[in-house]
T-cell receptor, first 118, second 114 residues
């Protein structure tokens, strides 16, 4: 039973390029969450998606960042015109249909995608 | 403001030494508490969690954590570490409303020398 799969694991981009990070949730999970870990900081919530719906994007930067979770295929976090400050580890998590983290329903995380902007 | 503090950013121990990683939180209201671990090259996985009941929580691989409400702390302990415990450890909290918005500490990198 594969866990949350993220790719690429490492991505290097030059300033101004686009970065696309992909996340496939665990089998049976229909909720996806993206978190970002900047250097020397904790993971911070970015966005919560269900299939074809953005439920909460309160943690997303207002510009250049977007996320989607199409009916078919993985969730994608897209960063346009990357800058050095976007260098970070981007973690994806998934959960079963509930949207609530409870004793029986915790977030399952992937291994993260590490973005380096030169 | 809601926050989680992990005081030790880097810890180096020899095998068989005892481990205690500190975690303090600031969060209004009743909380749920978590420790996650990320072994080199692997996914972030849940080590243990506290939702209610006995404040001494036992997790996988011999780890335990104690919730001390008066100190706003949830320290992680293991009596005798092994080389395979080398990893990064994250403390996290969310509200009892079970929000998916976990608040994480900045992590502690543990290196266990054989």
């Amino acid at each position: 039973n594969a866990g949350v799969m993220q790719n690429p694991r490492h991505l290097v981009r030059r300033r101004g390029q686009e970065a696309r990070l992909r996340c496939s949730p665990m089998k049976g999970h229909s909720h996806v969450y993206w978190y970002r870990q900047l250097p020397e900081e904790g993971l911070k919530f970015m966005v919560y998606l269900q299939k074809e719906n953005i439920i909460d994007e309160s943690g997303m930067p207002k510009e250049r960042f977007s996320a989607e979770f199409p009916k078919e295929g993985p969730s994608i976090l897209r960063i346009q015109q990357v800058v050095r400050g976007d260098s970070a580890a981007y973690f994806c998590a998934s959960s079963p249909p509930s949207g609530r983290v409870s004793g029986a329903n915790v977030l399952t995380f992937g291994a993260g995608s590490r973005l380096t902007v030169l | 403001a809601q926050s989680v503090s992990q005081h030790n950013h880097h810890v180096i121990l020899s095998e068989a030494a005892s481990l205690e990683l500190g975690c303090n939180y600031s969060y209004g209201g009743t909380v749920n508490l978590f420790w996650y671990v990320q072994y080199p090259g692997q996914h972030l996985q849940l080590l243990l969690k506290y939702f209610s009941g006995d404040p001494l929580v036992k997790g996988i691989k011999g780890f335990e954590a104690e919730f001390i409400k008066s100190k706003f702390s949830f320290n992680l302990r293991k009596p005798s570490v092994q080389w395979s415990d080398t990893a990064e450890y994250f403390c996290a909290v969310n509200g009892r409303d079970s929000s998916y918005k976990l608040i994480f500490g900045s992590g502690t990198r543990l290196l266990v020398r054989p």
